[in-house]
């Protein structure tokens, strides 16, 4: 019902920049909400910043607040990561929450309905 996939990842050095996509597909319409999330190697994968269209609500992690920022549509989402660190390497996945009657954005991952493939990001020090 709704496709996603990231691009944008890469390597860059610490204090680089590196902006992400994430175009979505399918009922576009029925998205609530467009969160990204990152997994390292052998770690959780941990909330990032999500988006919601309804009044224009962003959330982020504690981690990248002040660095990171997200933006965009239902269709294409960004995330616009500035002062990287070699903490933020990881695999970075977009991730779309269907409208329901929750009125918050949702920060873990059982909050979120499908998910991209993810796009490796590499922050070298």
């Known amino acids: 019902q709704v496709q996603l996939v990231e691009s944008g990842g890469g390597l860059v050095q610490a204090g680089g920049s590196l902006r992400l996509s994430c175009a979505a597909s399918?009922?576009?319409?029925?998205?609530?909400?467009m969160g990204w999330f990152r997994q390292a190697p052998g770690k959780e994968r941990e909330f990032v910043a999500a988006?919601?269209?309804?009044?224009?609500s962003t959330r982020y992690a504690d981690s990248v607040k002040g660095r990171f920022t997200i933006s965009g549509t239902q269709s294409t989402v960004y995330l616009q990561m500035n002062s990287l660190k070699p903490g933020d390497t990881a695999v970075y996945y977009c991730?779309?929450?269907?409208?329901?009657?929750?009125?918050?954005?949702?920060?873990?991952?059982?909050?979120?309905?499908?998910w991209g493939q993810g796009t490796q990001v590499t922050v070298s020090s």
């Open positions: 988006i919601s269209w309804s009044g224009g």
């Open positions: 991730a779309a929450d269907l409208l329901s009657p929750r009125n918050t954005i949702a920060t873990v991952v059982a909050g979120y309905d499908y």
């Open positions: 399918g009922r576009t319409f029925s998205i609530y909400a």
